[in-house]
């Protein structure tokens, strides 16, 4: 049994998880009984916490929305995600590592000894890039999604050369903010180009104000996701690569997927495959299976055969 103090703490952390909890649960889980639970509750009423009794059969409690954080007490499983969470702060493709840095210092020093001796232990290294979106350039995007309103902004383009060059502002009636390979993309209606358009939020300039409000259009079946996926496909709509092919290649199914990472791979001995993958173009697949160093038979279909011959061609004259 926990003492008072420990056990109101507990109470708090349930109330927060989800919206409505009864007395029952609320007792099992804490390992009380109902009685205990309701002195508990009328104990963080006098506290201050807005909770409210739910009527019913059972009975219930739901905090209030407003209600103040109780102070910051985490179980070893929530200290470990916590630690994680904050030192992958580069893998999100945000720039805010030295702010995760920060909040992981002050969460370190709230804990008990035997959770900052877990966290501790926790040292891993993550890769960076230089393609980190303003954590205010996000803010604006959402506020402009959840709010509806139309956005304005100067969008950079990147050229072979690693410079960028700026076209006129763009106007974007936003939907939805995606994260994707430590990579964050607004999708939204180009009102310009009449159509569904995706940009890459570390390229981003928003101008203000924002405005005026627009009523949001359907997406197209799938929705957000799919509508992405497919875009990076070559689709306007459906999330499947625009070239597929099937091959069988002189190597073990584990390997072949090992290095094929979309493709379906199926075992037709110990020691060859079937592969089904995709690509933007004919060459592209074969491209892929090439870089395997493995003898291969084309199963179909005709057109990636006949780019077959075509890259063979090109080979030939290549070495002439």
Request: aromatic content about 6%; proline content about 6%.
């Amino acid at each position: 049994m926990t003492g008072p103090s420990s056990r109101m703490l507990d109470l708090l952390s349930l109330l927060q998880v989800r919206r409505d909890w009864s007395g029952a649960v609320l007792a099992e889980r804490l390992d009380v009984t109902t009685r205990t639970v309701r002195r508990d509750v009328d104990r963080l009423r006098e506290l201050g916490y807005r909770i409210r009794t739910l009527k019913g059969p059972d009975g219930g409690y739901r905090l209030e929305a407003g209600s103040e954080l109780p102070p910051l007490r985490f179980d070893d499983e929530q200290a470990v995600a916590i630690a994680i969470a904050l030192q992958n702060s580069p893998q999100t493709g945000v720039a805010v590592d030295e702010a995760a840095d920060r909040a992981l210092a002050t969460i370190r020093q709230l804990l008990p000894a035997r959770l900052r001796t877990r966290i501790d232990h926790l040292t891993f290294t993550t890769t960076d890039g230089d393609d980190h979106a303003d954590p205010g350039v996000i803010e604006v995007i959402s506020t402009a999604v959840r709010e509806t309103m139309v956005l304005r902004f100067d969008y950079a383009f990147g050229s072979a050369d690693g410079t960028t060059t700026s076209r006129p502002p763009r106007r974007v009636e936003p939907h939805d903010i995606i994260a994707r390979s430590s990579r964050w993309y607004l999708l939204g209606w180009d009102l310009d180009a009449e159509d569904w358009r995706i940009f890459r939020v570390d390229r981003i300039t928003p101008r203000i104000p924002t405005g005026p409000r627009f009523r949001p259009r359907e997406l197209p079946d799938g929705g957000a996701t799919v509508l992405l996926e497919a875009r990076f496909k070559g689709s306007d709509t459906e999330d499947r690569w625009p070239c597929i092919g099937t091959v069988d290649i002189d190597a073990p199914a584990a390997e072949v997927a090992r290095w094929l990472h979309d493709a379906h791979v199926e075992a037709l001995t110990e020691e060859t495959s079937r592969a089904t993958l995709g690509s933007w173009s004919w060459t592209g697949l074969l491209a892929h299976v090439l870089r395997l160093d493995r003898d291969f038979r084309i199963h179909g279909p005709s057109e990636l055969i006949d780019a077959a011959r075509t890259l063979e061609n090109r080979l030939r004259r290549s070495h002439r």
